[in-house]
């Protein structure tokens, strides 16, 4: 069976196409889903009955099930959802004045292995396809539509579990239908990609004639204390990953973010504020402040407030823009592969 909130408009039209219909069809079978939000084929009334017979041969609109649900007392929801083969995945929902965003994850685990991150502790099981992640927001959604207060969501980042550059085509596909003026109309700008920095894809990113954004987890400004929180970085060193990030910005005409997690006593330092400095100067990004998120799974400390504000105002006086980012659902294991860590079955 096909999914087809896995398909992006152009790939549902050549689809469609094998099986004799008229590429109008593909718009047609969108408006029905992402407009009309019906989830069965026999509600599509102005398909003809034979083509719904077809269509409930080989295709299906099933979404992720609910494993676990919590809410936090800022309103945050966070689901552990579990797919057609039991590998489950987080997903968030967070409410800024705003709109409403949802963090979703690309992948089962994740291969990077940053030593910081619950995410990464057994590995990458899986690819997600691009119907699990248009399922995640979808899901989001029927929670929302539940609360009936006509919201929907509105904001879309791609920091769950998961390094998306290291399933490119699945993520690109999402971006896609979530953005498609048919599909869930989501605009490119509410649209964020985060990597750990994979240059070859940050530049093929550059190229997709996207514009959504990119933030790049950078958390270290010199080799040495990158190396030791992420392992990615022996394979693409920062005077690799830097020329990447410069091109993207003269392709894409877009500047990046740079988030920068604050682990007391490791990366804290003014010492470090400056060198980030120096780093970032020759580009137009603008960084991120990420109080950490602590684990049981390793010995990380967050930074105090006073130590992040030091740290804030080094980078503002030397004219580098820079936002500390607002907190959610600390009360429910808000941190990446915290819930899935918790519930701790093997999928
Ligand atoms: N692999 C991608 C996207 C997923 S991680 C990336 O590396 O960007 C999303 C962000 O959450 C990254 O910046 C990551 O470094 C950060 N992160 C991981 N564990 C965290 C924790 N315990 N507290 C706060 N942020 C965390």
Known sequence: MINLYGLELKKLQALLTEYGQKPYRAIQLYTWIYEKKVTSFDEMSDVSLSFREILNRDFCLSLPKIH????????????????????????????????????????????????????????????????????????????????????????????????????????????????????????????????????????????EGLQTNLAISLHAPNNELRNKLMKINKVYPLEVLFPAIKEYEQIAGRRVTYEYLLLEGINDTKECAEELIKLIKGTNGYVNLIPYNETNKNDYKRSSGNRVHTFLDILMKNGVKATIRKEFGSDIDAACGQLKAKVGDQK
């Open 68 to 207: 676990t649900k919590q809410v936090s007392s800022d309103g945050t929801v966070k689901l552990l959802l579990e797919l057609e083969d039991g590998y489950k995945v987080e997903t968030v929902l967070m409410r800024y004045n705003y709109g409403n965003a949802v963090c979703v994850s690309s992948q089962v685990g994740c291969n990077m292995g940053c030593s910081f991150c619950s995410s990464g502790i057994l590995g990458k099981q899986r690819n997600l396809l691009p119907h699990e992640m248009v399922g995640q927001v979808l899901t989001i959604n029927n929670l929302l539509k539940e609360e009936g207060r006509g919201q929907h969501v509105t904001h879309i980042v791609v920091m769950g579990t998961g390094e998306p550059f290291d399933n490119y085509d699945n993520v690109m596909d999402f971006i896609r239908i979530v953005n498609a003026q048919k599909g869930l109309a989501i605009g490119a700008r509410h649209i964020t990609v985060s990597t750990c920095g994979l240059p070859d894809r940050i530049r093929e990113y550059a190229k």
